[in-house]
T-cell receptor, first 114, second 113 residues
Framework: DVKVTQSSRYLVKRTGEKVFLECVQD?????MFWYRQDPGLGLRLIYF???????EKGDIPEGYSVSREKKERFSLILESASTNQTSMYLC?????????????FGPGTRLTVL | AQKVTQAQTEISVVEKEDVTLDCVYE???????LFWYKQPPSGELVFLIR??????QNEISGRYSWNFQKSTSSFNFTITASQVVDSAVYFC??????????FGTGTRLKVLA
């Protein structure tokens, strides 16, 4: 079974702090994704990566950056957290690029920025 | 433009009732993929089904069934004899052309005992 894990289920941070969200997958997947989920808006893509050290902006990259130094790990970074980044963050991975391969999701991190 | 519409924000049913969750998609591509995910209260999205655009056969898996109709750009999901454990948010998603998976806004299903 594919396993995608995220470093924290719940996180509380203060405005202006630098925040790291970590995601690890154990199935040698090429692609990894970061989404945020907000009520009434569904899932919105922040960034994705199709290879080590490669990254592409999604629909809402402002205020975020990412890092993929190893194939299994994809980090989301909030350089200076703001209250409007309070949200549920979901990491996903998939095997092949370009053919609509199934995404597998982690349990999510509910981030609150005070 | 690519888009997924789940017009039903929330549905409540009584246990053992059948319920259908609607999904309408838009894409100009001829090759695309459609998905359904379940998100229980724990938060993790659980994969239910993947269907490509060339396979319009309906699918049944236990109490779950899916009706894919290209003519109406719909990929609806039916739960037969619903159970309390079916209570969750259900997402429909589209993959078309590029790297992007487009998600609908989700339908919250409440199954009452």
């Amino acid at each position: 079974d594919v396993k995608v894990t995220q470093s924290s289920r719940y996180l509380v941070k203060r405005t202006g702090e630098k925040v790291f969200l970590e995601c690890v997958q154990d199935m040698d997947h090429e692609n990894m994704f970061w989404y945020r989920q907000d009520p009434g808006l569904g899932l919105r893509l922040i960034y994705f990566s199709y290879d080590v050290k490669m990254k592409e902006k999604g629909d809402i990259p402002e205020g975020y950056s990412v890092s993929r130094e190893k194939k299994e790990r994809f980090s989301l970074i909030l350089e200076s957290a703001s209250t409007n980044q309070t949200s549920m963050y979901l990491c996903a991975s998939s095997f092949l690029q370009g053919i609509g391969d199934t995404q597998y999701f982690g349990p999510g991190t509910r981030l609150t920025v005070l | 433009a690519q888009k997924v519409t789940q017009a039903q924000t929330e549905i409540s049913v009584v246990e053992k009732e059948d319920v259908t969750l609607d999904c309408v998609y838009e894409t100009r591509d001829t090759t695309y993929y459609l998905f359904w995910y379940k998100q229980p209260p724990s938060g993790e999205l659980v994969f239910l089904i993947r269907r490509n655009s060339f396979d319009e056969q309906n699918e049944i898996s236990g109490r779950y069934s899916w009706n894919f109709q290209k003519s109406t750009s719909s990929f609806n999901f039916t739960i037969t004899a619903s159970q309390v454990v079916d209570s969750a948010v259900y997402f429909c998603a589209l993959f078309s052309g590029t790297y992007k998976y487009i998600f609908g806004t989700g339908t919250r299903l409440k199954v009452l005992a």
